[in-house]
Every structure is written in C-alpha cells, then in structure tokens.
C-alpha cells in the first residue's frame, strides 16, 4: 500500500518541471508555483482527513476515495493548457494526496503485528515507489 502510494507521487512530480516548460511553456516562476503546491497540500490535508477519517469513514475507505477523486483530478490537470487553471486544480490534487500519508501510516500501524519493527521496512518500500 504504501508502496503503490508513493508511486503515484514519484510517478508524476519528477517531470513536472519538463513538462511545464517544454510542453505548456510556463516560466519558471510558475513552475516554482507548480512545485510548491505540495507544501500547500501537505499543510492543509491533515485538517481535513483528520477530521473526515476520525468521525464519518473508516481510514481505508477515504483512502480509496481520495485517490479515486485525486486521480480524476490528475488528469484533469493534465488537460489543462492555461496556468490559471492549471494551479488551482494541483492544489486541489495535492490537498487530495497528502491527506493520504498519513493515512497510509495510520492504517500500516494498525495492521502491524510488531509495529516498530514492520514499519521501518514498510517506509522504506515508501521510498522505493
């Protein structure tokens, strides 16, 4: 699982900056925007999984649904050619995806038998994705 999750990220966010230059032509300074976008997602997504995951669903099913609309949103960004809507919709995304680290460590920890002994392995497949 976690595996597959940092997959996702490391599949895309590599070559962002090629493509935003030599495909949709942003200057750098968009691209710089583009890539901080991860900060923004990661600040503000444990607010709201935080919230959704401890009151209304279970961790795993909005783990599904986050990157079910994370991918609808991925490929929505991939659509757009202008930075005015390309921004805002990676926000969206990014928000989406950074939710679900730490729901894949909630949900690692739980269903560890020796937690502190799985875990650094588990990270680690993290990091091969």
Request: proline letters at 4%; a positive charge.
């Amino acid at each position: 699982m976690v595996f597959l999750h940092y997959f996702v990220w490391g599949a895309w966010y590599v070559t962002l900056s090629t493509y935003l230059n030599d495909t949709l032509k942003f200057p750098g300074a968009q691209v710089g925007l583009a890539y901080g976008t991860v900060a923004i997602g990661a600040m503000v997504s444990p607010f709201f999984a935080g919230i959704v995951a401890d009151r209304f669903f279970a961790s795993q099913k909005l783990l599904g649904c986050l990157h079910l609309i994370g991918a609808a949103l991925l490929y929505y960004v991939s659509t757009t050619t202008t930075f005015a809507t390309f921004y805002p919709a990676l926000i969206a995304y990014t928000i989406s995806y950074m939710a679900g680290h730490g729901l894949t460590n909630a949900l690692t920890l739980h269903h560890s038998k020796n937690p502190a002994k799985e875990f650094p392995l588990v990270m680690f497949m993290g990091s091969v994705g």
